[in-house]
């Protein structure tokens, strides 16, 4: 281990710890927990929205995908445009009327609170398991510079995350993404300069080499219903998953609700993507120059995970190692935190108030939701664990999500596109899209990049069915 390094690594999680902590005064209400005051401007909380999209997982999951294959992934990146277009359309002109704190709040003005509390359900049982993988990508970078168990590697970032987020809140969260946000931009940029300048002929042989073994493909037009990457899985199946994972998650409708206007949250929302498509160009090029570097040389899957980091650690000049691996600690750190209040908002506003009838003070609510903070960071430290065993970080990460994304994204869909269902038919088209994809995830082939499409399309059609044999009074759209 490197003492300068290190150095850096720790100067860095300190200064970022003491920074989000300093935001704890300005709590005073859940309206400043949750939604920092609706005070943030547009373009922190369209870097926020970066950070909550990337993450570690894109640090170190994406290079694998252009060294194993190329620049196909990026077919899905188009689809997150598309899916921007229409939360843009659809979806913010509603969380805009009244004063939501949760994506769910819309589906108990739509639906009742039924509906309400098995979407947030719904919500906080996908998020944690997702998230859960996120922190055990976190463990193989800590890993690898202290030489520490993936457990002791999780307790020291999520104790360190916990902190801030506890103090600060949505605030904390918002500023210290941008911060962080820049941090592993910067540091991949200067891994990607750092390895031009370690490949003899520079990027020219980059180019030479990769280009003619196919590297560099983005599109593939061939229909398959098993291969995850082509054109249309990318457009069609990146649209709804992003649709669904930016309209109906509230790790991501929370900054949204966090602008101080409509229009405010259009801009972030749409100016987020431009940051997206230069981060994933720029990652996936790092991974066919590691191709390069490597000479082809082929991992085990189970290794390809560790590429980046470890080359970062054992090859770039002391110090920089030490920035750039503080940059992919950043990354963790911003997921994390918004996650862990994300998860806290859903549980103390969508299900504690409630049952409490909003009764208590302001300061108990803020309580509870502190403490609730710290019950999810210890329930994301449990998963982390267990999540060691599920394969690739980024598709175990994007397919978790996958699974119950399509039945939150068919629901709210079902109350916002119609008018006839009411709550009885909203809940049989969650209970007939669970079905469904539980049979896709388990007795076919077909790729994650599907799975959002036909888990929104199961619950929405059999909930519109269900509302011809329900009769039902419904709640006021």
Not at 142 to 166: C, D, M, N
Not at 168 to 173: I, N, Q, S, Y
Not at 275 to 291: A, D, E, K, S
Not at 344 to 370: C, E, I, M, N, W
Request: net charge positive.
């Amino acid at each position: 281990m490197r003492t300068f390094d290190l150095a850096v690594i720790f100067a860095y999680l300190a200064g970022v710890t003491w920074f989000g902590a300093r935001f704890k005064d300005r709590q005073k209400s859940l309206k400043d927990y949750f939604l920092g005051g609706r005070t943030a401007p547009w373009w922190a909380i369209a870097l926020s929205i970066v950070s909550a999209e990337t993450s570690t997982l894109t640090i170190i999951g994406t290079p694998p995908l252009a060294y194993a294959g190329s620049f196909v992934f990026l077919q899905v990146v188009f689809g997150y445009l598309l899916a921007r277009l229409v939360i843009s359309t659809i979806f913010l002109p509603q969380y805009f009327k009244g004063q939501l704190f949760t994506a769910y709040a819309l589906m108990e003005r739509r639906f009742g609170p039924r509906v309400r509390k098995v979407t947030a359900a719904v919500f906080l049982v996908t998020r944690s398991l997702a998230e859960g993988v996120r922190v055990f990508a976190i463990s193989i970078v800590v890993s690898i510079i202290l030489g520490t168990s993936g457990l002791t590697s999780i307790l020291v970032i999520i104790g360190l995350t916990l902190f801030y987020t506890f103090e600060g809140g949505m605030t904390a969260v918002i500023w210290t993404d941008v911060i962080q946000m820049g941090m592993y931009v910067f540091g991949a940029a200067v891994s990607f300069f750092v390895l031009a300048g370690k490949i003899p002929g520079g990027l020219p042989h980059v180019l030479a080499v990769a280009a003619p073994a196919g590297k560099f493909q983005i599109f593939d037009f061939h229909w398959s219903w098993t291969y995850p990457y082509t054109f249309w899985a990318g457009i069609i199946g990146g649209c709804f998953l992003t649709t669904a994972s930016h309209g109906t998650d509230q790790l991501v409708v929370q900054r949204l609700l966090s602008a101080r206007s409509e229009r405010e949250s259009r801009l972030a929302l749409l100016s987020s993507w431009i940051v997206i498509f230069i981060q994933f160009t720029l990652f996936l090029t790092i991974g066919t120059m590691l191709w390069v570097y490597r000479n082809g040389h082929v991992f085990p899957k189970e290794q390809l995970d560790r590429l980046y980091p470890t080359f970062i650690w054992e090859t770039l000049p002391v110090g920089i190692a030490g920035l750039v691996m503080a940059a992919i600690l950043a990354a963790a750190m911003a997921n994390l935190s918004a996650a862990l209040n994300s998860l806290a908002s859903a549980t103390v506003v969508d299900f504690y108030q409630p049952l409490t009838g909003s009764r208590h003070t302001a300061a108990h609510y803020l309580k509870v939701s502190r403490f609730s903070t710290i019950l999810w960071g210890g329930v994301l430290a449990a998963i982390g664990v267990v999540s060691s065993h599920w394969g690739s970080v980024l598709e175990s990460g994007l397919s978790i999500a996958s699974v119950t994304l399509g039945i939150l994204l068919g629901v709210f869909l079902l109350g916002i596109l119609t008018t006839r269902p009411g709550e009885n038919a909203a809940i049989a088209g969650v209970i007939a899209g669970a079905c469904v994809m539980f049979g896709v995830k388990f007795a076919t082939a077909i790729p994650f990049t599907w799975w959002v499409l036909i888990g929104s399309a199961a619950t929405f059609g059999s909930g519109y069915t269900a509302s011809f044999v329900l009769t039902e009074r419904k709640a006021s759209a």
